[in-house]
């Protein structure tokens, strides 16, 4: 072949211009692809992610699933403790609505219930008037004014022995509680008596019944001549069984640790006629 020959050389240049081209655009195709092959959206890096760490992503998902499950575990118990806790508030309602009682009713100790008199109080006053006429004077005359009927009141033994050596009766303390009947009164009395002679005294506990007439005045009432008068509640006998217990033991410890007391205490509880 000629290659001077201009047609040849015409042609030679066209082929190697071709050709060029042919390999740049093969070149440009093949770059196209490996940029298209490096970029992943992310549907396909996740999962890629998920390939690569299988054993992770597995115990991720089983600490979520172990974290719910306690969740619910404690929300269910919560739920009970509370369906426990109203089904038992049921039975206590259910309970005091048959009895009639509450809860704080039954703890509620009897004696606490009672409640002194005021200073002031005309029944107060009417039980120091009595027992001063009765014990400390023995005067039957003066005891008519604070009483409501004399028949059959005499003095009897054990006033003749506190006339005799009892020298006061002081530290009154009244608790007035309702009674079977209306305007009477149970009146539970709570005193100190001083023997003559001795440097002490000893508590005791006495109870009368206390009228109120219909002029609004109190005396004290004469239970021989009428039927006998209860207490109105069994929570006020209760009272005054644990209020005589206390007096009782309060008695005791005085004169234990009082040897004059004892013997003013023996004397007391015998006939007057013996001495």
């Known amino acids: 072949i000629d290659e001077d020959d201009e047609e040849i050389s ?12 042919k390999v740049k655009r093969v070149y440009s195709g093949k770059k196209r692809q490996v940029k298209k092959k490096g970029k992943k959206n992310v549907v396909e890096v996740a999962k890629d992610y998920v390939e690569d760490n299988k054993l992770r992503v597995l115990w991720s998902i089983f600490g979520v699933l172990v974290i719910i499950l306690i969740i619910a575990l404690i929300v269910t118990n919560v739920s009970n403790e509370d369906k426990d ?3 038992e508030d049921s039975s206590q309602e259910i309970t005091s609505d048959i009895t009639g009682e509450t809860e704080d009713e039954t703890e509620v100790n009897p004696i606490d219930l ?3 008199e005021k200073e002031d109080s005309p029944i107060l006053e009417l039980v120091k008037n009595y027992y001063n006429a009765m014990f400390i004077q023995a005067d039957l005359e003066e005891l008519a004014k604070y009483i409501d009927s004399m028949d059959n009141v005499v003095l009897d033994d054990t006033a003749k022995n506190i006339h005799k050596y009892i020298e006061e009766i002081n530290n009154f303390t009244c608790y007035v509680l309702e009674s079977s009947k209306e305007n009477y ?3 539970n009395i709570v005193l ?3 023997p003559k002679g001795v440097d002490a005294t000893c508590p005791d506990l006495n109870k009368l019944i206390i009228v109120k007439t219909d002029s609004g005045k109190y005396l004290v009432h004469n239970e021989i001549k009428d039927e006998p008068i209860y207490y109105a509640s069994i929570t006020d006998k209760e009272a005054t069984i644990q209020l005589s217990s ?12 009082n040897e004059d007391l004892m013997i003013m205490y ?7 006629d013996s001495e």
């Open 10 to 21: 015409e042609y030679i240049e066209r082929s190697n211009d071709e050709a060029k081209s």
């Open 85 to 87: 806790e109203t089904s």
């Open 114 to 116: 009672l409640v002194a």
């Open 185 to 187: 009164y149970m009146v």
């Open 192 to 194: 100190n008596y001083k």
């Open 246 to 257: 206390l007096v009782a033991e309060q008695a005791q410890t005085a004169i234990s640790n």
């Open 266 to 272: 023996n004397i007391l509880k015998k006939p007057a």
